[in-house]
């Protein structure tokens, strides 16, 4: 059974992600080309058996609901704080030995040993391609029904739990492309072996990288500095270096092809829909006078485009949706990530909360951070700034006031620039060339920690 994809190509890989929230998701994306297209979720696939759904989907709709309940004064901060503390990530230093597996670990063993996933594994075992997973549960079904193919685990935060290592990781045959050099370093700690530990960076698309000397990314990262840096502070500081990474020809450009664009985008669990709202009621009259075009993703929740859709007309913005204000309906989860990643291409800052897309700085996308929604958000928040990529936001209600501050002042320019120098764009190339067996011609990463 050779598997090929819609576009013809035959699948050098099985990619498998879990449809909960965006994260796991946004990565398998971008590894599309590994599997022909086609991408495989865990949790929901033809043929899963009614049990391993109804396992799924109770965990999926107890995660949204604790994350939409946070919100709440007492009783939602209590919830939240409880399902953090079962998926807490430990403090890093001092440095010991923290293979020992925690609660949640041992639940998830509990209901593997009771056959979780195994009609998953029978079924990709028919065809052994390697098997790679942007969730660890389908990486331990994989290690525990003896998967015949090779077991990848992609990372998908900069900082991961105990929970995304099986419970006796020195026996295990699970390799992990991990996000950055902390998870390298954190899945030593948690008792994986060194030699199954790849430092790749997080799989960004391909279609905003463009190849191994990255010239898409370099196209669309000019455009966005001369949006970022109008009264040209940054470029003057900067110049030469500039030269040298993008090349003369870029650097003559003076204009941008597309308006400022800002794009905030909504997770999953559509957890902090109502800043959203916040943030076009301070930009209004930025939007009015064709100063800043928004986008806003509220995924392919179509209560969450109506709620936005709705808000722009009560706001007083009417007029201006469709160009200056666009709020886009998706049909499926793989029309969202096409639409999102086609929407980058012209968006020149990022504002969310620091999920996965925290690694997005590396497109030299300037990121405003929202709150972050649990402790992996927290550490993503803590190596966004630690890298310059990103900042965390200001009052959102006057945004229309610090925000163009600081785009005066060269200060999101400079982080479009450091998230594209310091964080890796390449993932998704590298982890092919891991997987594949092949050598890379991408530049290995430094280990930041």
């Excluded at 509220?298 to 808000?311: K, L, P």
């Excluded at 590298?430 to 092949?438: A, Q, S, Y």
Aim: hydrophobic share 40%; net charge positive.
């Amino acid at each position: 059974m050779v598997k090929h994809s819609h576009n013809g190509g035959a699948a050098r890989a099985w990619v498998v992600d879990v449809n909960m929230g965006y994260g796991h998701s946004r990565a398998a994306f971008a590894l599309k080309d590994l599997s022909g297209g086609n991408i495989l979720s865990a949790n929901d696939y033809a043929g899963i058996p009614a049990e391993d759904r109804s396992r799924w989907q109770e965990s999926r709709k107890l995660y949204e609901f604790i994350s939409r309940m946070k919100p709440l004064p007492v009783v939602g901060k209590f919830l939240f704080e409880t399902m953090d503390h079962w998926q807490e990530i430990p403090l890093f230093y001092p440095r010991r030995d923290l293979s020992k597996p925690n609660i949640q670990l041992r639940q998830i063993f509990h209901m593997i040993h009771r056959g979780f996933g195994r009609h998953l594994i029978d079924k990709l075992s028919h065809n052994p391609l390697p098997l790679v997973t942007t969730f660890f549960i389908p990486a331990f079904f994989a290690d525990y029904y003896d998967y015949p193919g090779d077991i990848w685990c992609v990372t998908t935060d900069a900082d991961i739990s105990r929970a995304w290592a099986p419970l006796d990781p020195k026996q295990s045959r699970i390799k992990y492309l991990a996000s950055n050099g902390r998870v390298v370093e954190r899945l030593k700690l948690y008792g994986v072996r060194a030699d199954h530990i790849f430092l790749t960076g997080f799989p960004l698309p391909k279609e905003l990288v463009g190849g191994s000397e990255g010239e898409i990314l370099k196209d669309l990262l000019t455009e966005r500095l001369c949006n970022l840096d109008p009264n040209g502070i940054f470029h003057e500081r900067y110049q030469r270096t500039l030269q040298t990474e993008l090349g003369p020809a870029r650097c003559k450009r003076a204009t941008s092809a597309h308006p400022l664009t800002l794009t905030y985008s909504v997770g999953g669990a559509g957890a902090q829909r109502a800043l959203g709202v916040k943030i076009l009621k301070s930009l209004k009259s930025r939007i009015a006078r064709h100063e800043l075009r928004v986008n806003l993703m509220a995924g392919y929740r179509r209560d969450a485009v109506s709620y936005y859709r709705d808000a722009v007309k009560e706001v007083g913005l009417k007029k201006e949706l469709g160009e200056w204000i666009c709020v886009p309906e998706h049909a499926s989860r793989a029309d969202y990530f096409s639409d999102f990643t086609e929407t980058l291409k012209t968006t020149d800052m990022l504002w969310t909360k620091p999920s996965e897309l925290s690694f997005y700085c590396g497109l030299g996308i300037g990121i405003v951070m929202a709150p972050p929604i649990g402790s992996q958000e927290e550490f993503n928040r803590v190596w966004l700034t630690y890298v310059g990529g990103g900042v965390s936001q200001n009052d959102p209600r006057y945004a229309s006031e610090w925000l163009f501050d600081w785009i005066a002042s060269g200060g999101v320019a400079r982080m479009a620039w450091n998230g594209y120098i310091e964080a890796p764009t390449h993932g998704a190339y590298r982890i092919e060339d891991v997987v594949l067996g092949r050598p890379s011609e991408i530049q290995p990463l430094p280990l930041i920690v």
